[in-house]
């Protein structure tokens, strides 16, 4: 198995069982899911040191839209709890 | 226009693209669905996460060579077959010495010492950058200097590997895993003037050949001049084992 397949496949296992934890345990908040999948999505992608810098640049590239989602949901949430 | 046609056929039959955007149109389908119409939560960040997932695979085929397989196979084996032809004609027997690129004028090669059992000690200081050179001062000294695949690998790297064995496997393992795709990992450690590389999931069969023989499978290739670069001395392959899934390397450091 390449190293793109091993990737994309640990992506979807990753994404498949923080769904189903989330769900089992009745989670209802769509941010929480959201949040959850960015930092799976976030740690793996680090883990695979050894891509290609090519490849490496385009998904730093989606990291950091994924971490700006982020950023807003955690500004969002402090700003509720602040006023 | 043939070669815009021939790309653009190349980057339809990019199996990531069409996973990705097969992840994307799912994933922005099911997402509203499940959230307006069903009213699920589960449902649409499962929708979200397939649209994640879409965005890698599309980035992922971004970063593949316009090149099939099939025409890198060749140019490969073209290298390769003249590479034998000329090894062959000049009857070298003797393992290729991989030299770092402090020894080559700034281009990590191989020389390849015409007479077999040379004395290997000889191989210090600079050797000029010529196809035939002396690397010794005895007059059966000479040997054919050749790039290899490792050698032409060794410009890929971000940076030059430190002499400790987690700096070698850390460089092999980006070239062979990362940037090659040639095996699944390496193992390397360092003893008694050895290194000893252990390859796994090699995509590369070692072939009892000439070519092989004399500078090493491609993996070999690759690991020695890695290892060379990295110690800055001069390497030769001294054994190579495929058994299992699993191929060893076997490095004697010179000098």
């Not at chain 2, 393992?95 to 402090?102: F, N, R, T, V």
């Not at chain 2, 490792?150 to 790297?157: A, R």
Request: with cysteine; aromatic share 8%; glycine share 6%.
């Amino acid at each position: 198995m390449t190293i793109f397949n091993k990737y994309l496949m640990t992506l979807v296992l990753a994404a498949s069982m923080v769904n189903i934890f989330l769900a089992f345990f009745k989670q209802n908040s769509l941010e929480i899911y959201f949040v959850v999948n960015i930092l799976s999505y976030l740690i793996i992608t680090l883990l695979y040191v050894y891509i290609n810098p090519r490849a490496r640049a385009a998904l730093n590239a989606i990291s950091a839209i994924l971490f700006g989602g982020f950023m807003v949901i955690v500004i969002i949430k402090v700003l509720e709890i602040i006023y | 226009m043939l070669l815009i046609f021939q790309e653009e056929k190349l980057r339809t039959r990019n199996p990531y693209r069409a996973l990705g955007f097969g992840f994307c149109l799912a994933g922005a389908i099911f997402a509203p669905v499940s959230y307006f119409i069903v009213s699920s939560v589960p449902l649409t960040a499962i929708g979200l996460s397939a649209i994640m997932i879409g965005l890698t695979a599309i980035a992922l085929a971004s970063s593949r060579p316009a090149l099939s397989p099939e025409s890198c196979e060749v140019m490969l084996r073209t290298g390769m077959e003249n590479m034998s032809a000329l090894i062959e004609e000049l009857g070298l027997r003797s393992k290729a010495i991989y030299l770092p690129s402090s020894m080559r004028e700034g281009k990590a090669q191989a020389v390849i010492p015409l007479v077999d059992n040379g004395n290997l000690t000889q191989v210090k200081g600079k050797i000029p950058g010529r196809l035939i050179v002396r690397y010794g001062s005895n007059p059966e000294d000479m040997a054919i200097a050749v790039s290899t695949p490792g050698s032409i690998n060794i410009g890929m790297l971000e940076s030059r590997p430190g002499p400790t064995a987690s700096e070698i496997e850390a460089a092999a393992s980006y070239v062979l895993s990362g940037l090659l795709d040639l095996a699944d990992s390496v193992t390397v450690n360092l003893s008694n003037g050895r290194v000893n590389a252990e390859v796994n999931g090699s995509r590369i069969r070692y072939e009892d050949i000439w070519f092989y023989r004399c500078l090493g499978s491609p993996l070999a290739s690759i690991i020695a001049a890695i290892s060379s670069e990295a110690l800055e001395k001069p390497v030769r392959i001294l054994e190579e084992k495929q058994e299992r899934g699993k191929s060893r390397v076997v490095i004697e450091v010179l000098s």
